[in-house]
């Protein structure tokens, strides 16, 4: 028999819960203050109203007021589906003429907090309700045996009516205590995390949910004006799509031959090699093709200005506002300090799914990796993406700018294992002129070209001359020339 779900009204977070959660259960919802907790519970509650489902919030920690204020920041207003109370202790708790010299204000304190609550639901008799916060009864029982007690009463009483019931804990009393963890049905936990530059980071991780197979691991999110938008972790292996492998020409035929005849549909190429190569220039020819034979497009920049990339490719013969125009070609500024990595495979995701992109340029992984808190997660991550794309057809054209300029290089990231098709780009010097060098190292979907060619560029774009073949030591920066004419291309070949 499976058991009906209480969507959550966060469509990310439904999709790692599988479904939402399972109704007339008690769940945990912790994190420290900021993490976002009442916005998840505001969300879970609002997705129940417009079901037509009666709702109840349960406040000890904030008032009303606060409360629906906050929700008001995010253009909500909380109707008449759902209660809210607001748990205040009684006056004369409050009073300390009448306070107890023999009994604990704080028994007193439980036992009317314990009843308040119970009297509400009797009223009301919500299927959802989202008690904030565990921290003040966890405060008002003292130790930890009372606040196991309290907590199983809670539930049990909930279990009658067959509520959904999310508490809330701010982990700012006794955050090692995991009394809660054994009790509740499940446990999803938010955290935020602070690098040392950009904005804060946001990921939660579902810790326990019983009898339910749920997406594991670190997830990234976001806490925008509109609510909070959840990036599940992208796992390739779900997604699998039949598609025909055929060779994709850049309409160059030098580099079209440099290639064995193109690049395979489906598969992955890095162009690799120093600043001012014009690794973002072979990316763009393969995408100006591309538009060129009616395909979509999708360009990610993460190092350089658009407005200055516009004016740069135009005056290579590029001309990105035309292909843009076309509504062939989607392009998209990114910034790396602003984005989390699981934002920015859904990004990609979105618009292969929903746009129907096939070629998929990432200019550049340099600036991917600043977006990343270690390198072994961006290989991690990158991987998925690739396979991801790989599997829906998607040709990924991906850039590394490598540290030095001539010589030994050395790549701040190595994913050349990854890539289906490594190009390598290169400086030389030859009769007083610093020259470029094109090469292909690798190419796992068939043959291609193993030599070295020069290539220029100019006004009307890539020229590539052929084969360096009377040279050695070009990849070195300073080759040595042994043949009898000189192979290398002349200013009028521009």
Known sequence: ?????????????????????????????????????????????????????????????????????????????????????????????????????????????????????????????????????????????????????????IKHYFAR????????????????????????????????????YGAERRRLRVVKYRGQKYRGGYHDFNILEDGIHVFPRLVAAEHRNGYQSIPLSSDIPELDALLG????????????????????????????????RGEKVGLFIFDEELRLLFERMKKVGIDLQALQDTGNLTIEQVDAAELSPGEFSHRVRRCVDEKGIRTVIIDSLNGYQAAMPEENALVLHMHELLLYLNRQGASTFMTVAQHGLVGDMRTPVDITYLADTVILLRYFEALGKVRRAISIIKKRTGTHESTIR?????????????????????????????????????????
């Open 161 to 196: 009516y067959d509520a959904t019931v999310i508490l809330l804990d701010d982990l700012t009393t006794e955050a090692l205590d995991k009394t809660v963890h054994s009790v509740a049905h499940g446990v999803i936990r938010l955290e935020e995390l602070t690098p040392s």
């Open 261 to 292: 005849g193109g690049i395979d549909s489906g598969s992955s190429t890095l162009v690799l090699g120093p600043a001012g190569t014009g690794k973002s220039l072979i990316a763009l020819v393969f995408a100006a093709a591309a538009v060129a």
């Open 1 to 153: 028999m499976t058991t009906s779900k209480a969507a959550t009204g966060i469509v990310g977070l439904d999709d790692i819960l599988a479904g939402g959660l399972s109704r007339s259960h008690v769940f945990l919802l912790e994190g420290e203050p900021g993490t976002g907790k009442t916005t998840v519970a505001l969300q879970f509650l609002l997705a129940g109203a417009a079901a037509g489902e009666r709702c109840l919030y349960i406040t000890l920690s904030e008032t009303e007021r606060e409360l629906r204020d906050g929700a008001r920041s995010h253009g909500w207003e909380l109707s008449e589906q759902i209660d809210v109370f607001e748990l205040t202790p009684p006056e004369d708790l409050l009073n300390a003429e009448h306070q107890q010299s023999l009994l604990y204000s704080s028994d007193l304190e439980l036992g009317e907090a314990t009843k308040q609550i119970f009297e509400v639901v009797e009223r009301v008799r919500p299927s959802r309700v989202v008690i904030d916060s565990l921290s003040e009864i966890r405060l008002l029982a003292q130790s930890s045996l009372r606040y196991r007690r309290q907590i199983l009463a």
């Open 454 to 494: 020069e290539y220029r560029i100019g006004g009307s774009g890539m020229t590539i001359g052929a084969p360096l073949e009377a040279f050695q030591g070009v990849l070195r920066g300073v080759p040595h020339y042994y043949g009898e004419s000189n192979p290398l291309l002349r200013d009028e070949d521009v």
